[in-house]
């Protein structure tokens, strides 16, 4: 199986900046997707980011211009740095990795979540 640990996540005024970090352990011996998704109350779970493993990148339009995922396969971790950040990003982020196994089979993990507070 796959741990995934995260960090980063605090409380921060708007136009702040924060970088969110996800290191990955375990049985990963295939190709990865990592990604972060976030979580407000009451609304669906969203993708903010991914970067695969051929290193191409996709954002949510929200954040586009304003966060930068990153990743460093060497330590099987993935980094979001946020910038101008706005009280609509308030929520729980949580980390993602999709492996890719056997018979192209698709396993996902999920981090515990971080929570990140946008407020004056």
């Known amino acids: 199986q796959v741990q995934l640990v995260e960090s980063g996540g605090g409380l921060v005024q708007p136009g702040g900046s924060l970088r969110l970090s996800c290191a990955a352990s375990?049985?990963?011996?295939?190709?990865?997707?990592m990604g972060w998704y976030r979580q407000a109350p009451g609304k669906q779970r969203e993708l903010v980011a991914i970067?695969?493993?051929?290193?191409?990148?996709d954002y949510a339009d929200s954040v586009k211009g304003r966060f930068t995922i990153s990743r460093d396969n060497a330590k099987h971790t993935v980094n979001l740095q946020m910038n101008s950040l706005k009280p609509e990003d308030t929520a729980i982020y949580y980390c993602?990795?999709?492996?890719?196994?056997?018979?192209?089979?698709?396993?996902?993990?999920w981090g515990q979540g971080t929570q990140v507070t946008v407020s004056s």
């Open positions: 993602n990795v999709r492996l890719t196994g056997v018979l192209n089979m698709v396993y996902t993990y």
């Open positions: 970067v695969t493993s051929a290193d191409t990148t």
């Open positions: 375990g049985s990963i011996f295939s190709s990865y997707a």
